[in-house]
């Protein structure tokens, strides 16, 4: 999610409260919500912030026709569909230009309609009744099988191990299916009633939403200089009400790999599951190995690693939608499945969260991946690698920035001279859509297919050159991100932001 809002925090936390020390600024400001008269000054200060938003997030307000309830009427089939087509040609440039940070990993005219004509043939399926739909429950099938074996599910060992999994809705889906599985599967067999998840500050927010959602306690632990996940302080973290221990292969942020053998080597010491994250790296890292880059293992082999998530709706090049959950066993995968046995509405078993749910998304992340072929995921990956390194070695060019880490294809940069969220508004001037990142502030490009096109690397590199000298001879401008985040970095108002971040889901929902 980007906000893209000017002085989202500044404005929301009242003069006052902001003139504070730091420290005493998040206690200061959630007793000022008990007082009415403050809490009223807040509330109005985040209404203007509200406004802003509503402004910025509802671009089409005068433009079509708002329903807020139903027309007595249908309307016109036809002028549904050409409403949509206008709304959608305004949309469709930026993202298939080249200028947006991941999003979009495909996007060639021609897969996108190959995909579209794929659900369309099978937009009335349902996997829920296998029975209606065998076909779907084929393709579901095959989807995990060729995902498992991309991931060295025929290198274990152990003649129990028979690596298997579920497509899921996308990675939040499949990453909060695997933290419910170990939960339920130490509650099971060690009777661990207060679980923890030990995992790195860099692992994705959805298994912080999976810890609070069933209430598990995140235990995080440190990153590196390199970005990755500090291996003694995992060791120390790991204890008897630990479900599972996390890594990521490569992490969002910085888009590096955590030392995932060791790590998984000290979940397997302490009899406790390893999940590698490879929702961003599944579907291109074991085609770079073959490429000849430098890959550390990150998969099944590693005998510690006891699931994976892989989105095939990323680089999988799939219609958004769809992920995979792999387990290396079917015992491990039972604790994931529900089952009612005396429901009235007769004997139930769905294997994710969902109920119903569309078969046409299954079938058109079997066809992406069976059109595609090894040979085609590797020639896509070369593309993203190549481009990618073009990128990080003209981001070394530029004075004052500097790469974090050592990134494969997600390439994060931050700024010890100039104010990164800065630049980060300034690229957004040059159309560029990037990801601002903090703790520390940095900004990434995840390089998709849509930056391997012709010139758009070099674009990328002159527009980021530009922005940082235009930061550097304008640091101060009113508005967009540099407030944000500068105040977000700093722990005090956390307050105000989770407030605000509530309110923007609110707008999202306002018709
Ligand atoms: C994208 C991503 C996820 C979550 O994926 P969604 O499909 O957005 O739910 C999880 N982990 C990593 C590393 C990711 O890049």
Known sequence: MDLDLPDLVTQAVPTPIRRAGERALEKLFKVAKRFPILRNRIEAEY?????????????????????????????????????????????????????????????????????????????QTNPLHADLWPRVAKYEGEIVAMTAQMLSADKVTRASDEVCGTVTSGGTESIMLAIKTYRDQAQADRGVTSPNLVMPITAHAAFDKACESFRIKPIKIPVGEDTRAVIAEARKAVGRNTIAVVGSAPAFPHGCIDPIAELSEIAY???????????????????????????????????????????????????????????????????????????????????????????????????????????????????????????????????????????LWVVAFASDEVDIYRVLDLMGHRRWNLNGLHKPASVHLCVTLRHTQPGVAKRFLADLAESVEDARRQPKDKGGMAPVYGLANKMPVRTAVGDILAAYLDVLYEA
């Not at 999940?275 to 998969?299: I, K, M, N, Q, W």
């Not at 690693?305 to 709706?313: E, G, L, N, P």
């Not at 509405?345 to 969260?353: D, I, K, M, R």
């Not at 020639?379 to 070394?396: C, F, P, V, Y």
Request: aromatic share 10%; hydrophobic share 35%; charged share 25%.
């Open 47 to 123: 209404e203007k912030v509200l406004d802003d938003m509503r402004t910025s997030m509802r671009p089409y307000r005068d433009e079509v026709p708002r329903h807020v309830k139903l027309p007595s009427e249908g309307r016109s089939r036809e002028s549904l569909l050409e409403e949509m087509r206008t709304l959608k040609a305004k949309e469709d440039d930026r993202w298939a230009d080249g200028f947006v940070s991941g999003a979009v990993y495909h996007g060639d005219a021609e897969h996108t309609a190959f995909l579209d004509q794929v659900y369309a043939l099978n937009s």
């Open 269 to 407: 010491d302490r009899g406790v599951g390893f999940h590698t994250d490879a929702c961003l790296g599944g579907f291109v890292l074991p085609f770079a190995e073959r490429l000849g880059y430098s890959v550390p293992p990150f998969d099944f082999r590693l005998r510690g690693v006891t699931s994976m998530s892989a989105d095939t709706h990323k680089y999988g090049y799939a219609a958004k939608g769809t992920s995979v959950v792999l387990y290396r066993s079917k015992e491990l995968r039972r604790h994931q499945f529900f089952r009612a046995t005396d429901w009235p509405g007769g004997l139930y078993a769905s294997p994710t969260f969902a109920g119903s749910r569309s078969g046409a998304l299954s079938a058109a992340c079997w066809a992406s991946m069976v059109s595609m072929g090894e040979a085609g995921y590797t020639e896509s990956t070369r593309q993203i690698l190549e481009t990618a390194d073009a990128i990080k070695h003209g981001i070394r060019q530029i004075r004052g920035l500097k790469i974090l880490g050592d990134p």
